[in-house]
């Protein structure tokens, strides 16, 4: 089992930077691909960035690509998101999940966290 407990979300203006953390419980951390989604009122979850279990490889939306950047730290079993140059439609509750397959398909990912709420003022 691997829980999921995210953090660093809030409210930031536009053009501004935010970090969300995900810690994660649990063994073998560095055994799951560990993923980023959102979803924003009315609209459907959708992929942000994903990063392999050594951290070698990643991927990310074409929507937060050059600005979105994600990482770990499989020391204290945590991934991270630096969101930069943020815009009012980034608005969305984030989500971080786990699975032992790197796959940017929701419906697939075995571990969800709770989801923290980044809220982006024009």
């Known amino acids: 089992q691997v829980q999921l407990v995210e953090s660093g979300g809030g409210l930031v203006q536009a053009g501004g930077s935010l970090r969300l953390s995900c810690a994660a419980s649990g063994r073998s951390f560095s055994s799951y691909a560990m993923a980023w989604f959102r979803q924003a009122p009315g609209k459907e979850r959708e992929f942000v960035a994903i990063i392999s279990g050594s951290g070698g490889s990643t991927r990310a939306a074409d929507s937060v690509k050059g600005r979105f950047t994600i990482s770990r730290d499989n020391a204290k079993n945590t991934v991270y998101l630096q969101m930069n140059s943020l815009k009012p439609e980034d608005t969305a509750v984030y989500y971080c999940?786990?699975?032992?397959?790197?796959?940017?398909?929701?419906?697939?990912?075995?571990?969800w966290g709770q989801g923290n709420q980044v809220t982006v003022s024009s």
């Open positions: 999940a786990a699975d032992r397959s790197f796959r940017s398909d929701d419906s697939k990912m075995s571990y």
